[in-house]
């Protein structure tokens, strides 16, 4: 095994670091509804797998009379629209779902109850009936521009029908509905709002989500102004936790029933690009989520910060906590690692091999940026494939912070600190056999202004299997310049680097013993 290990001409000794900031406010976002593939049996119970999307997720808090509006459904078909809510109420207590699809509509509760709107695009729509008795007595009302059509008339048996599982006082329970389209003159729904309120027109608003306005005495004038939107937002998916601690994107904790929007967040980052488009932003809150995510469409995935959005390798998965499956793909604001980095498991087959992992010649225009990536077996592997940036990222304390595998031409490698690996900062790997066809590439490449400094075995170190490496200086040049080596005058060295075998290089920081030689 020949190898070279490079350090290039110092010109610039000082690294320039990068600041990167968070983008925390977000403008306001365009919904439109959506058909969804989804057929609830109205029942009164909640299933799983009946293509609910959960729209938004309630404040957790108790409303007025005991009352709680503790997440709000929709879905679709060709036929209906379906609403649910997920609630804790009494059974001589009334519900509604108020809905949009257009501008106007109207200011007051259709039953005259003690409640405005105020939406910026009022309700035209409104599904409701009393929680007590079955069949629910459930009436649908249609705005006529000044006053609502349909009031005291019941609806049931007609196809659009109700569920309600609530029978005495204080239950726990669930709301479904079923709205024929041509009710609604086959509009789409763009808005949701649900709210409990009581059997005397002086009641107000008991409770409602999204949280609004509620009562806190029994002549309350509830003042409403809150949609969910029935479909996930245009161009943009929003990812949490089971937290809302330091979030920035999100309001509510994540479920992969929900729709994607920052009321009703996804809980893991597979299910947003599974639900994404090419050319869409994933926003990823703070969190810890353990998934191996394979990026297969351009999309652009921001976390909201390294130490704050930390993606950490399964075990048993893919092999890659992010795997590059695209074109123009930017990962950006994360700390990437892996599960496993203890005594017990260190050699299990199933750990991840990388951190970030790209393969291929179609795969071109990756931005990794902004980034940490640590306790992986590599950092970044990047095999036969060309035109990325990786930019003003922290890669420390991996097995191996980068390798570039055969033909990798065309890099931007700017701005990073490449420091404390255990074996080596950056790895240039020829799989040619010794044959050098085809050599190890990064023709057109920059390797500049970063630190790499503290890596236990080389610097840069440039390797094939089997005959000798081109002469230095002749061919598979690679520019080094404007990088910080930790002093003015760095080693080059045509001799073997010499790091121990990965089975046993437990670094004491994971409980081992193994420390920089």
Known sequence: MKMSTLAGNVKNIFLRYYLKQAIAALAFLMFSGVTRAGTPTLDGVYNTSEGWQRIHSGNGNAGWAGTNAKSLYYTSDATYHYFAAEVTAS??????????????????????????????????????????????????????GSGWDGVGTSVNGSGSEAAVNITGANQNGFIEIRVSRSFVSNDEISGVEFYITGNENHHGCFDAVPNDDNANDWTYHSILNNYAATSGPSGFYYVNDNSTFSDIYTTAIGSDENNGSPAAPFATITKAVASASAGNTIYVDAGTYVEDVNVTKQLTILGAGQGVSTVSGAIGGDGATFRISESNITIDGFTITREGNNTNDWNNSGLNSAGIAIQGLTVTGTIIRGNTLRGNRTGIDINNSNGHSILNNTIDNNRTGL???????????????????????????????????????????????????????????????????????????????????????????????????????????????????
């Open 91 to 144: 059974d001589w207590m009334s519900w509604a779902f108020i809905t949009n699809t257009k501008a106007g509509g109207a200011t007051n509760d259709s039953w005259s109850r003690n409640i405005e709107y105020a939406h910026a695009n009022k309700p035209d729509y409104t599904f409701r009936g009393n929680f007590g008795g079955m069949p629910v007595h459930t009436q649908y009302h249609s705005w006529n």
């Open 403 to 517: 390798i570039f595998r055969n033909q990798t031409d065309n890099l931007t490698v700017e701005n990073n600190s490449i420091r404390n690996n255990w074996t080596v900062g950056v790895l240039f790997l020829d799989g040619s056999g010794g044959s050098n066809s085809p050599v190890q590439t990064a023709a057109n490449s920059t390797f500049n202004n970063n630190n790499i400094t503290g890596n236990w075995y080389g610097q840069v170190v440039d390797r094939q299997s089997g005959g000798s490496l081109p002469a230095p200086g002749t061919t598979n040049m690679k520019n080094f310049e404007c990088n910080w080596w930790g002093n003015l005058n760095p080693v080059v060295t045509t001799a073997n680097s010499s790091e121990p075998g990965y089975a046993a290089q437990i670094p004491v920081e994971y409980g081992g013993t193994a420390t920089p030689p």
